[in-house]
């Protein structure tokens, strides 16, 4: 059963909303209706599933923080259905809508929305005395909630004497003590430095694996959402237009908006090593003997192979002079003569992290599963290949989408850089 | 000579609908009156009563712990003065109707603004009514006061209830319209009841605005409170108007001079009150 269900809701402000969401049915367009009413919300529908992170991407008036703010029902939708397990939001009355709020869905703010005036301990327990814990309880929880977000000892502070990105962890602090199963985050990280962003987004992963939160996310930054997302929906002037996990909105995006959107995207982030890798031209199993090995590798014009057991683990590589010097000593199998080779790689592997070992070496990085069976290989062109954006994007007469330096991740660290320019001709 | 091309009897019509309230509600009216000059003989006699020193040095005091020793070594030098123009009992008088009138002129000012800031029809209705109030010259107020009051006190009270009301709301409606939505918004996600979002988050940001409302309505009450000596009202105000019919320059100074006095340690108490509220201090507070 999904955590959350959203069923073709609208939200047109203004007070002739209803006549606006029937013409919008009819399939009038946003400006058709502008006279009767903003429509900000038209018609947006999916499904949420437990323990997903689920982000909204849209830029500045795509209508992302009208419907995050219907999924807590601080915005009621002008029609359409928000379930919460039986609950309906949009019909719930106001003391059941206080009791969701308390027991089922918190909220993080773009801009934190702390009190100045409470410590920052009193912060993090707020939704516990909302609750009626007593004192003493509702810090205890609090302390631990601070612990989570690694303040631990800040809790005497106020929130002035922190940073923004301090801050904003009192402001997940809060949330976590709330201890509801959704938490709702509302450009959480947009007011932050990018370094800082970056930890948070680490953070915030990390703790969504510990304590399986179901997250609802909403950015206006597209490596944010590619970064985070098990899933991501695209909206454009009110509506989804597409909802996908990152490599399918990259590999197939909806329509143009969507593709000319993803064309800056830093690729190196999003795609991982199972999108790139092939199946290897030449695989040895350790036990084959020095004259089938000798076979394979010329028919595959390969100057050396990896090599694996039998169950497919990555074992190394054999040159084609080791082997032949097999061959003359008239060994049984290739054991005596597996070097280490390149270190393989895991298939989750962003792109940004093949950039080293692909520096290291001539051959293809092997690539390997969470059991370590050699899955398959990543030619060190298909590296290069991968970061020029889609051949397919309409933009591509656009000459600044096909400029190399444009394609080159614009935020990765220097150590990324670094290797980037290193790992060349060598 | 022209006459006007019409004739708007509006003069006509307030006259009667006041004497009109005069004749029919003249028991609340008189009711009105028995307890606010009661309330205000109390506090006049509290303050007036004791010796100078005894309630100078509690004024100094208050001026030490809300603030520190330089505004208390003022206020003792401010009073000095005062006691020293034999203006001591006069001022304590005035200092009398000033508390009482911005006390109700609160009492009704601070929740009809937090009306205001949660309802914006009452907001459109109560902003004209305001800029009426306050722009109104302040002496007109005294003339259906008198009708209705007759001299003395209570009339003078009334008519500084009236002047002083206006920033009373409009700071506390702008101070609560002004409390950053995002932090409301925390409440409402959290769960809270709106009634203590309006205790618990509202009213502590809205605090420093507001108070600089109630620092307003003390000092226009201040002022009116003066311009009401001219129904009799007492304290520095009878003075004032007195060295005024007979053109006395010496006894309109050091009256004149008291009012600026209080004036000044009023303002500044209250300053500093607001200055030591928890959000106030909090937002000192910032990173090193």
């Known amino acids: 059963m999904s955590a959350l269900r959203v069923e073709n809701i609208y939200k047109v402000f203004g007070r002739r909303g209803p006549e606006a969401v029937r013409r919008l049915d009819q399939g009038a367009s946003r400006e058709d209706v502008a006279p009767l009413g903003t429509a900000a919300v038209i018609d947006a529908s999916f499904d949420v599933q437990p323990g997903e992170i689920f982000v909204v991407m849209g830029l500045s008036g795509s209508g992302k923080s009208t419907l995050i703010r219907m999924l807590n029902g601080l915005l009621r939708p002008t029609a359409g259905h928000i379930y919460l397990g039986e609950d309906d939001l949009a019909t719930v009355g106001p003391a059941a809508l206080r009791d969701i709020r308390q027991q089922r869905v918190s909220m993080v703010f773009q801009h934190f929305a702390l009190l100045p005036h409470r410590s920052v301990l009193d912060n993090a327990a707020y939704p516990l005395q909302v609750q009626g814990v007593g004192r003493t309880e509702r810090r205890a929880k609090a302390e631990e909630s601070l612990q989570m977000v690694g303040l631990e000892g800040w809790g005497d502070k106020l929130p002035s004497e922190l940073s923004g990105g301090m801050r904003q962890r009192v402001g997940l602090a809060r949330a976590l003590t709330a201890d509801t199963d959704i938490l709702l985050m509302d450009e959480a990280f947009s007011a932050l430095d990018p370094l800082i962003r970056r930890d948070m987004q680490e953070q915030l992963i990390d703790l969504q694996q510990r304590l399986g939160k179901t997250v609802i996310f909403i950015t206006h930054d597209l490596n944010e959402a590619m970064h985070l997302g098990d899933r991501i929906a695209v909206m454009r002037a009110g509506r989804i237009v597409q909802i996908g996990s990152a490599e399918e909105i990259l590999a197939d995006p909806a329509d143009d908006y969507v593709a000319r959107f993803i064309a800056d995207v830093d690729r190196t982030r999003v795609l991982q090593a199972s999108s790139l890798m092939r199946p290897p031209t030449v695989m040895l199993p350790v036990s084959s003997g020095p004259r089938r090995a000798l076979h394979e ?76 069976r050699l899955v398959g290989v990543i030619p060190r062109v298909s590296i290069l290949k991968a970061m020029a954006p889609n051949e397919s994007a309409p933009d591509a007469t656009d000459p600044t989408v096909n400029l190399p330096w444009e394609a080159e991740p614009t935020d990765v660290g220097p150590d990324d850089g670094a290797t980037l320019v290193s790992g060349g001709p060598r | 000579m022209n006459g006007p091309l019409f004739t708007l009897p509006l003069g006509e019509w307030v006259a009667s609908f006041v004497r009109w309230m005069t004749s029919t509600f003249k028991p609340v009216f008189d009711f009105i009156k028995t307890i606010l000059e009661g309330i205000y003989d109390l506090i006049a006699a509290v303050l007036g009563e004791p010796p100078f020193v005894a309630v100078a040095l509690v004024l100094v005091i208050l001026a030490f712990l809300v603030k520190g020793w330089k505004l208390a070594l003022g206020t003792a030098i401010g009073f000095l003065v005062i006691e020293g123009v034999g203006q001591w009992g006069n001022a304590m008088d005035t200092l009398a109707l000033v508390i009482l009138a911005s006390f109700i002129a609160l009492l009704i000012g601070i929740p009809l603004g937090i009306w205001a800031a949660r309802n914006d029809s009452v907001s459109a209705v109560v902003r004209p009514v305001l800029d009426f109030m306050q722009t109104m010259p302040a002496f007109v107020y005294l003339i259906p006061t008198v009708v209705i009051f007759l001299t003395g006190a209570v009339p003078g009270l009334v008519a500084t209830i009236v002047f002083a009301l206006a920033p009373g709301v409009r700071f506390t409606e702008l101070g609560i319209r002004q409390v950053d939505k995002e932090v409301v918004e925390a409440g409402h996600a959290f769960g809270s009841h709106p009634r203590r979002i309006l205790r618990e988050i509202q009213l502590p940001l809205a605090l420093p605005t507001i108070m600089a409302g109630v620092n307003q309505v003390i000092m226009l009450s201040l002022s009116m409170v003066v311009i009401a000596g001219m129904v009799g009202a007492g304290g520095l105000g009878r003075d004032v108007v007195a060295a005024l019919s007979r053109v006395n320059v010496g006894l309109g100074f050091e009256a004149g001079l008291a009012v600026v006095i209080l004036a000044m340690y009023l303002d500044r108490i209250t300053a500093a009150l607001s200055d030591r509220s928890p959000v106030a201090r909090a937002l000192r507070t910032t990173v090193a």
């Open chain 1, 297 to 372: 590798l010329s028919e595959a014009q390969m100057p050396a192979s990896f090599v694996v057991d039998r169950e497919r683990r990555f074992l190394g590589l054999v040159h084609d002079s080791d082997v032949l010097e097999a061959q003359r000593t008239g060994a049984s199998d290739l054991s005596g003569i597996v070097k280490p080779g390149p270190l393989p790689v895991s298939t989750d592997a962003n792109l940004s992290e093949l950039f080293a070992p692909a520096a290291e070496s001539q051959l293809p990085l092997p690539v390997v599963d969470e059991r370590h």
